[in-house]
T-cell receptor
């Protein structure tokens, strides 16, 4: 039973446009959500997070939106750059500090 | 500040052989995790330490996997004997304190191929 789902295995976007990566979760006990970026042959790198008491968190070109009622979050990257091409993982945790990851979405930003 | 350090980066072994991975977390981070990532999947937790205590090892295959964090700093993950299905990336991560929402930082991973 996958508790964190990223239903799009891949996404291709033109440079300068917006990238929107989606994530759904099923466990209502999750209260903290994170996005990690992963380049080939490297470990995941923390990108941005949001707690369940907020519905939006912004950091430069990256914004995460949380819709608790729909158990859905999304990552917006504006404007997208070729260097953003990577696998993006959505992760969620509850009070046990254990991260549960989705399967990832491969983002390709074309010049 | 140094990040999470793992070694070796890459390891190829024959099935039934033992293998060990080492991790040094970020200085001052009390919580240490070992995750396993299979191809095309997200990382999955194997074990979590708070200082030297393993507080969550429910997903560690204890018949062949073992881990230790003797002094509450660096940690070793061992597989003995390795099976073909153990081929994966083994990720170590650390987190400071027990405060809500503290970020978990990952190392670059140890890539295991069992042949």
């Amino acid at each position: 039973d996958q508790q964190v789902k990223q239903n799009s295995p891949s996404l291709s976007v033109q440079e300068g446009r917006i990238s929107i990566l989606n994530c759904d979760y099923t466990n209502s006990m999750f209260d903290y959500f994170l996005w990690y970026k992963k380049y080939p042959a490297e470990g995941p790198t923390f990108l941005i997070s949001i707690s369940s008491i907020k519905d939006k968190n912004e950091d430069g070109r990256f914004t995460v939106f949380l819709n608790k009622s729909a158990k859905h979050l999304s990552l917006h990257i504006v404007p997208s750059q070729p260097g953003d091409s990577a696998v993006y993982f959505c992760a969620a945790s509850g009070s046990n500090y254990k991260l549960t990851f989705g399967k990832g979405t491969l983002l390709t930003v074309n010049p | 500040e140094a990040g999470v350090v793992q070694s070796p980066r890459y390891k190829i072994i024959e099935k039934k052989q033992p293998v060990a991975f080492w991790c040094n977390p970020i200085s001052g981070h009390n919580t240490l995790y070992w995750y396993r990532q299979n191809l095309g999947q997200g990382p999955e937790l194997l074990i979590r330490y708070e200082n030297e205590e393993a507080v969550d090892d429910s997903q560690l295959p204890k018949d062949r996997f073992s881990a230790e964090r003797l002094k509450g700093v660096d940690s070793t993950l061992k597989i003995q004997p390795a099976e073909l299905g153990d081929s994966a990336v083994y990720l170590c991560a650390s987190r400071s304190g027990t405060g809500y929402g503290n970020t978990i930082y990952f190392g670059e991973g140890s890539w295991l191929t069992v042949v």
